[in-house]
């Protein structure tokens, strides 16, 4: 679709919706006329349109938390964009990560962030890490450490290796589940976050599984 095919409405604005590339969170969700999407284009930096200043602004040129786009995507109806891209750091005014925190359930008071269901797992995860009463399983293997955690993850890479080859697709999905799991419990050991793999999954797109191996290959080499 091209730019003259989207339905700018009577101020000539698109209605933004903004996604992170990698765990598929909704960020925001602004505004852009005409020129805010050009810029959006040629620079890969979020810009949007301000309808109570009526101005074009670049996201973060005050705070620094920014928006880089790696892909704009129109609805249907052309009347609606997706910025597709990655922010660094806080994307709502109010500092949290996204704008989308406020719960409407009846008798919510804890405000917590929209994420897709690979997010609320971690963000689970993580929770029960820093609970010192928790009694969980994912608390017993984080508290063995590393050589627990490694035996589970190679005792269920062995049963869905075999759930591949001999099993039903519903025990292969279950045996899925159970090797990304106790994978997940091994990042939150290593603090480390489970978008720093979707990212690299990332990277790899358009890249042959031969390159990354031997893209691999090579850095592990012995040097001379």
């Given amino acids: 679709m091209k730019l003259d095919e989207l339905k700018w ?3 000539g604005l698109v209605t933004v919706v903004v996604q992170d590339v990698a765990t598929g969170e909704i960020r925001m969700l602004a505004h852009a006329n005409r020129e805010a999407v050009e810029n959006t284009l040629s620079t890969g930096e979020a810009h949007f349109y301000s309808r109570s200043r009526r101005a074009q602004w670049k996201k973060g040129e005050s705070s620094g938390h920014t928006i880089r786009v790696d892909e704009i995507v129109a609805d249907c109806d052309g009347d609606a964009v997706l910025y597709l891209g990655e922010a660094t750091g806080p994307s709502c005014h109010t500092l949290e990560e996204t704008c989308f925190f406020e719960r409407l359930d009846a008798g919510a008071a804890k405000k917590e962030p929209a994420l897709p269901i690979l997010g609320r797992l971690e963000r689970e995860l993580n929770a029960r890490r820093d ?16 050589p ?9 890479a062995g049963e869905l290796a075999e759930a ?3 099993e039903s697709d519903e025990r292969v999905v279950s045996e ?3 090797l ?5 419990v091994g990042l939150i050991h290593r603090g480390i976050p489970l978008r720093a793999v979707l990212a690299e999954l990332g990277r790899r797109f358009g890249r042959s599984g031969h390159e990354e191996k031997a893209s691999r ?6 040097k001379g």
């Avoid at 990304?180 to 997940?184: D, I, P, S, T």
């Fill in 180 to 184: 990304f799991y106790h994978a997940l």
């Fill in 148 to 156: 627990k955690i490694g035996e589970k993850i190679r005792e269920e």
């Fill in 176 to 178: 899925f589940a159970d």
């Fill in 131 to 146: 609970s010192s009463g928790d009694k969980s399983y994912t608390r017993y293997l984080l508290d063995r450490g590393a």
């Fill in 9 to 11: 409405d009577e101020r």
């Fill in 217 to 222: 290959s090579e850095l592990n080499a012995p």
């Fill in 164 to 166: 591949i080859a001999n």
